[in-house]
């Protein structure tokens, strides 16, 4: 069977593929239906924290998937108590609630929805380079004018300002200012870690004007930069914080975490029907489970530190600049970086795009200290 022309004939065609067909994956390690072997630093665009056929999500889910699959939230379900609460203790200070549902565009349309709610107001300030999803309001907070442009009205309200520049969002933000969004390291956007000092300086803005400070951890999230969240390596509080991709261990979920202080939202102003179903919170609640007992945040932080560190005596004359926080990793080329991913999967190595010159990697945070030898000597080999 030509896996790939079906695709082709069928799919809605928004998706550039490689042509590779993947079939199973265990671990960092992904085949395709010809028995190729990848390491698979793409992770599902972030998502297989845990990895692949990770065993507690793997048996969580069958175990559940017999129980009882849907239970929408007009009802209290066990195992959605248990994710709540579960959620509640791993998260920074004060994000004692959630709001449930199916992927990070979701959690970001959340958490807007939340600001305006709380506040009373409209404006939105967001960052130049951000990435928030496909929604319509979240497209609206994304600043990438080709991703922009062919759908426009969008939500009213939304400037963009430099990111890890305090003074221009010093500028942006006022009384009339629902809510400021960020990533602590942007991700589509090239990789590009958010400077400590202006983080904690925006939320001291944020808090000054009465606008909520939103923490996108969508891709940074679950251990992938080195802390279970990327915002505890600068003692960040935020208001809302936006989770999705590596939250279900690999099935789709996402979920605005709520500051306390917001208190309880008022009842039937939002929802959504699959969110908080008992087949994903049995799945999140295993990748987490699995995420702590293998201290899987602090192996992302060692290994991220020593794979930064190999790419970085690579010595091409094609690299601009390695950076990166814990096993979210970017290498920015001063060529389009199309040709050299492809020669990577060559090589059998998988990897992602940030922006048209960034090649991304965000392997499973279980990936070991070989494979991302095998994968820095494939980067020398494709790019010297
Ligand atoms: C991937 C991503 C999103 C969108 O998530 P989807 O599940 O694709 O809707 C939002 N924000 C950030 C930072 C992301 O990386």
Request: aromatic share 8%; with cysteine.
């Amino acid at each position: 069977m030509d896996y790939i022309a079906l695709e082709n004939a069928h799919t809605s065609g928004f998706y550039r593929k490689q042509p590779i067909v993947l079939v199973r994956g265990e671990g960092a390690r992904v085949w395709d239906i010809e028995g190729r072997e990848y390491i698979d630093c793409t992770s599902g665009h972030g998502v297989a924290n845990v990895g692949h056929a990770n065993p507690y999500v793997a048996e969580a889910i069958a175990r559940q998937a017999s129980r009882l699959i849907t239970c929408s939230e007009i009802f209290y379900n066990d195992v959605r108590a248990e994710l709540l609460a579960t959620l509640a203790r791993i998260s920074p200070p004060g994000l004692k609630r959630a709001f449930l549902c199916n992927s990070g565009t979701e959690a970001v349309e959340g958490a807007l929805k939340i600001a305006r709610l709380i506040t009373g107001r409209k404006n939105f300030v967001a960052a130049m380079r951000s990435f928030h999803g496909r929604t319509f309001g979240a497209l609206s907070a994304t600043w990438r004018r080709e991703y922009r442009e062919p759908f426009e009205p969008l939500v009213p309200g939304f400037s963009f300002v430099p990111f890890n520049n305090l003074e221009a969002m010093e500028k942006a933000v006022n009384k009339e200012t629902a809510g400021v969004i960020l990533e602590v390291v942007q991700g589509e956007g090239g990789v590009i870690p958010g400077k400590g000092e202006y983080l904690r300086g925006v939320q001291d803005i944020c808090r000054r004007n009465g606008a909520l400070f939103i923490l996108d951890e969508v891709q940074t999230g679950f251990g992938r930069t080195g802390k279970m969240f990327a915002c505890e390596h600068y003692g960040l509080e935020p208001d809302l914080m936006c989770v999705a991709k590596g939250l279900g261990g690999g099935v789709p979920f996402g979920a605005v975490m709520i500051h306390e202080k917001l208190g309880e939202m008022p009842k039937r102003l939002h929802g959504s029907t699959f969110g908080g179903n008992p087949l994903a919170c049995a799945a999140a609640l295993a990748a987490i489970r699995y995420l702590e007992e293998h201290e899987l945040p602090g192996r992302a932080a060692e290994l991220g530190d020593y794979f930064l560190g190999r790419l970085r005596q690579i010595n091409s004359p094609l690299i601009r600049e390695v950076r990166g926080l814990g096993l979210m990793v970017g290498v920015e080329l001063k060529k389009e970086a199309a040709p050299y991913l492809e020669a990577l999967a060559a090589k059998g190595v998988l990897a992602l795009f940030a922006g048209p010159t960034v090649i991304r990697f965000l392997p499973p945070l279980v990936i070991t200290r070989e494979e991302l030898d095998k994968v820095a000597e494939a980067v020398e080999e494709v790019l010297s």
